[in-house]
């Protein structure tokens, strides 16, 4: 099979100043054979250097052993776009000490952005970014000095009289991408993978640049072996074909492999463990209450993935979770296994969830909650030396009609007892989530009062509203006072509704809520 190369003589296929459109997804889905091989020939020789990385999930653990902070040396790297950033810390050195040029674009126009380099078209043109820090008006995207030199990536436009954003599609000359099986003609599945990513569309971005796509595979199987219909990447589409190792080829950085991630198999949603009664579970209890049965909802990284867990736990099947790396049903999994989900009834293409977000499909989305201004505007990309990038957080939150953020009150050494019905703070955390202003606007409530969305704030002790555009406390938990523990914990004071109630005291009882009634 002249597909099938060593590791060494794939790395050599990348040359200097290449653009690469890298596949993953948090931490499955990567090709990390590859991105050894890439590192151990750069510290080896200093080739390939000078690399532009273009890829929509910040592919990685948080330490520097796992994903793309392989790639993390000053001269390897000379430009990084992409959505998400927290678990590349070596990536994120690299932008905070001006290294690099790097790009925080929305995730999911990342994905969207391979598909229309891979048709020729001249970028993403979407609302998607407007008013936040993505907007050339604001940022532009841009992350260090000296990016601000360099190119626009996203510019403004006026179509019909209303604005629009044109992210600049730009060549892909590598793609490197990770799948199951490949069959001597380089023909591609993924039936083992937690999904199915933007590969084809990595894939044939690069292959219409002119460029070059190489693919890490479990195995090599005879042609033939590969039912047509299980084929994600056409041969017509790979130049080369690496075999991982079982180590540097797991499911997630998680496990080795999971069959009720795949779809292979189905378990029994009970053999999942309800979480424990604190801060987290009150806040996504909070925000199950709000739940529409009949929706197709949303689930962001981090506090909100809590959500599927209460759900399931309160008995409520018949949800509609869907996750931005492609899954639909099932209970979406935590951490660096976000993105892969349990039991899932479908697996989408990245791309085409996208599609269905940024369209509108959505009912309802659930996200974090980092920092929030007094005029009601959310900050979950950018904390001074910590950079998280705003991963779909910009396409979910511009599209859901209904949109609620949800983090505790305050953080760092914040201590609660809750129980009883009701909560009491027994440490006040040391940093004020609620500021005059952010330190970047990720979600823009200008934007949201212009197209009419519902949008609700919920922590562990208050929830607030915006009403008309105001931002309103709507509600206290029991036990806590209104002054001290709310008022005085904030930069800003609020609007307080004329009808401000007691938060339901099932919150914070260690028992079944009994949602599903």
């Not at 592919?59 to 520097?64: E, H, K, M, V």
């Not at 991408?177 to 039936?191: C, K, Q, V």
Request: aromatic content about 6%.
């Amino acid at each position: 099979m002249s597909k099938l190369i060593s590791i060494e003589e794939a790395v050599n296929m990348i040359h200097d100043g290449d653009v690469c459109g890298v596949g993953g997804f948090i931490g499955m889905g990567h090709p990390q054979q590859i991105s050894i091989g890439v590192e151990d020939k750069f510290l080896e020789t200093g080739h390939p250097k000078d690399l532009t990385l273009v890829f929509s999930a910040g592919i990685g653990d948080g330490t520097d052993k796992l994903g793309l902070n392989h790639l993390g040396h000053e001269g390897l790297i000379k430009r990084v776009v992409a959505g998400h950033w927290n678990l590349i810390p070596a990536i994120q050195k690299l932008i905070l000490d001006n290294k690099a040029e790097g790009y925080n674009l929305p995730l999911g126009t990342i994905s969207l952005l391979f598909r229309e380099i891979a048709g020729g078209r001249p970028g993403v043109i979407t609302k998607i970014g407007l008013k936040t820090f993505v907007d050339p008006r604001l940022e532009g995207a841009k992350m260090n000095e000296l990016t601000r030199e360099a190119e626009d990536l996203v510019e403004l436009m006026e179509i019909d009289g209303q604005e629009w954003l044109r992210y600049k599609s730009f060549p892909i000359n590598v793609a490197l991408l990770r799948g199951t099986y490949a069959d001597e003609d380089g023909n591609i599945s993924m039936e083992k993978e937690a999904a199915l990513l933007d590969n084809l569309a990595i894939a044939t971005a690069a292959k219409n640049s002119g460029g070059k796509v190489i693919v890490q595979v479990e195995k090599v199987v005879q042609n033939g072996s590969i039912n047509a219909r299980d084929v994600v990447i056409p041969g017509m589409l790979v130049d080369a074909v690496v075999i991982g190792k079982p180590e540097n080829h797991w499911q997630t950085y998680l496990d080795p492999y999971r069959p009720e991630f795949s779809g292979e198999v189905r378990i029994p949603t009970n053999a999942i463990e309800p979480m424990p009664l604190n801060a987290r579970k009150v806040i996504c209890r909070r925000c199950a209450m709000e739940l529409n049965p009949e929706g197709i909802i949303n689930l962001g990284i981090g506090m909100p993935e809590g959500i599927a867990n209460v759900a399931n736990e309160e008995g409520l099947p018949s949800l509609k979770l869907t996750v931005e790396a492609g899954g639909v049903g099932g209970v979406p999994n935590s951490g660096v296994g976000f993105g892969s989900v349990t039991n899932p009834e479908a697996i989408l293409d990245e791309p085409s969830m996208f599609d269905f977000y940024d369209g509108g499909g959505l009912d309802q989305a659930f996200l974090g909650l980092a920092e929030c201004d007094s005029k009601g505007n959310i900050n979950v990309s950018r904390f001074g030396p910590r950079i998280a990038g705003c991963g779909g957080f910009i396409n979910i939150t511009q599209t859901a009609p209904v949109v609620l953020f949800c983090g505790t009150f305050t953080a760092k050494g914040l201590k609660q007892k809750i129980g009883d019905g009701k909560l009491e703070i027994v440490q006040e955390g040391a940093v004020k989530k609620f500021k005059n202003e952010v330190e970047q606007i990720t979600f823009a409530s200008e934007f949201a009062a212009e197209t009419g969305q519902k949008v609700m704030y919920v922590t562990e002790r208050a929830v607030f509203e915006l009403r008309d555009g105001v931002f309103t406390l709507t509600e206290i938990a029991p036990g806590i006072d209104l002054q001290k523990d709310v008022l005085d914990q904030m930069e800003f004071k609020p609007a307080i509704a004329e009808d401000l109630k007691l938060m339901d005291e099932r919150l914070f009882k260690d028992e079944v809520m009994g949602l599903k009634k």
